[in-house]
């Protein structure tokens, strides 16, 4: 690297999150320096598609300037405030007050947090709020799933159910249990039908809960999608039956919309394209746009009721950052849902999202391809050794890194979860800009078999 570039100053300083630290020695970083629309473009200048938009989450694209307004407007006239102790500011009454409105089921209050993780350590902390106030303290056991993710933090890292986030940082914490990941192209039994699948974990929950005591189980947690475990649609009647289990056994049922909020499926919540009913719902990522941090939780009636009662015991609801509602946050995160109503986001997912979706479904056709999955402007293509028998390339290989740095060379940027690769871009992107897209994937998996064949893989 040449000495003092970018790059070598990124090496010498920058400790990244989720980076092999031994690849960036030796590789370094991509460097974005610029953005516009759905591209963005490094240091010389190159374009990149950003088939993720960035962390599945700038929904309105890289250079959206009513975002920008919004917070040069509030930056000058209150740039901070907070809401501890009865203090509040507009942007954050709006805000919650905007989210309620649109929320998919009838919802209480609204409390802000900063990140996607920072919103699920609020939902752990509130179902144990809300049982020891009902007078159910022993009501602690969080159930989430395998392969699910909900963040990093101590508590969020636990609900995730992915060995990254538990293996050397003595996790998960007590309490915190994995129910089965609903993939069925992975998970089925051979000859089990999705209705069956489904039926088969709800019936493994309900024995879950009964082993565990259901006295013991206080909530339930999903992504509709799971997003970061590999773009997993769970089959058409698992949430049903899920959801009957859960009320069966008083259990709260929160939904994480942190990737599935604010259009991402085709509706404006996952909740919807799923029919979920959730007693909370933690979102983040499109609810700005990603442009500044700002996350939320929603609590129904119910659970408000109960806080209010505990908050009463104790003297005070005793959790919140320095920056809940930030108001900068706060303004950009109104003006991005303005904008999402305004240009009808949703209904623009529903008319491309299908374009995405058939397009990648295409590539089944290619010899690496064994499973594409997905809804909306969500997608994920699965490279798999045998179409037949769906077995996995080796590991080791490094398959899906290498896919997606050969996209990366092809100027597309995708997220490779295993040999999964996947799609979200923002959701403003055309249908000449999914064309763009699907062709710079179909000349990467070219020369990834190519690669393979290089390497004496069949
Ligand atoms: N929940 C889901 C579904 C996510 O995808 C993510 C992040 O990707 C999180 C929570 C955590 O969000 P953050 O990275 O903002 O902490």
């Keep these: 690297f040449v000495p003092n570039s970018a790059s070598a100053r990124d090496i010498a300083h920058h400790l990244h999150p989720y980076t092999n630290l031994k690849v960036h020695e030796t590789e370094g970083p991509l460097v974005i320096t610029r953005g ?151 998970f089925a039994q051979d000859g089990e039908s999705e209705e069956d699948f489904a039926t088969r974990l709800a019936d493994n929950l309900e024995k879950l809960i009964l082993k565990e005591g259901p006295e013991t189980v206080g909530g339930f947690i999903a992504e509709p999608i799971m997003g970061a475990g590999g773009v997993i649609v769970p089959p058409k009647t698992y949430f049903e039956k899920i959801q009957a289990v859960l009320q069966k056994y008083d259990v709260l049922f929160i939904v994480d919309e942190v990737i599935c909020g604010f259009g991402r499926t085709g509706n404006y919540w996952g909740s919807q394209t799923f029919d979920l009913k959730p007693d909370m719902l933690s979102c983040a990522k499109a609810l700005s746009s990603s442009y500044l941090p700002i996350s939320a939780v929603m609590v129904n009636e119910k659970v408000y009721q109960a806080m209010v009662v505990e908050s009463e015991k104790i003297g005070v609801f005793g959790h919140g950052y320095t920056y809940s509602g ?14 999402y109503e305004e240009r009808n986001i949703v209904e623009h997912v529903q008319q491309v999202g299908p374009r995405m979706q058939a397009g990648l479904r295409k ?69 000449a800009e999914i064309d763009d897209m699907l062709a710079r994937m179909k000349k990467s998996l070219d020369e990834a078999l190519a690669w393979l064949d290089e390497q004496g893989v069949a």
């Design 36 to 186: 516009k629309g759905v591209y963005v473009y490094d240091e010389d200048g190159k374009d990149y598609l950003e088939a993720m938009a960035g962390l599945w989450s700038a929904s309105l694209g890289f250079s959206e300037p009513r975002l920008v307004d919004a917070a040069v407007k509030q930056l000058k006239e209150l740039p901070y405030y907070h809401t501890f102790t009865h203090k509040s500011h507009l942007p954050s009454i709006d805000l919650a007050e905007k989210l309620k409105s649109v929320a998919p089921v009838p919802m209480s209050k609204v409390i802000f947090q900063n990140s996607g993780s920072e919103a699920n350590d609020t939902v752990v902390k509130l179902v144990w709020y809300y049982h020891n106030a009902i007078g159910k303290p022993e009501k602690k056991k969080i159930i989430s799933r395998i392969k699910a993710y909900h963040g990093v933090t101590v508590a969020s890292a636990s609900l995730t159910g992915l060995p990254n986030n538990h293996r050397d940082f003595d996790l998960p914490i007590a309490n915190i249990l994995h129910a089965d990941c609903p993939h069925y192209y992975r």
């Design 326 to 339: 930030h108001p900068v946050c706060a303004a950009v995160a109104l003006e991005t849902l303005k904008i």
């Design 363 to 431: 590539f089944l056709d290619h010899p690496l391809v064994g499973e594409v999955r997905g809804t909306g402007l969500i997608g994920a293509v699965e490279m798999v050794q045998d179409k037949k028998s769906r077995a996995s390339f080796d590991p080791k290989l490094g398959l899906g890194a290498k896919l997606a740095k050969i996209a990366q060379a092809n100027g597309l940027i995708v997220r490779a979860i295993g040999d999964s690769i996947a799609f979200t871009p923002p959701l403003v992107i055309t249908e």
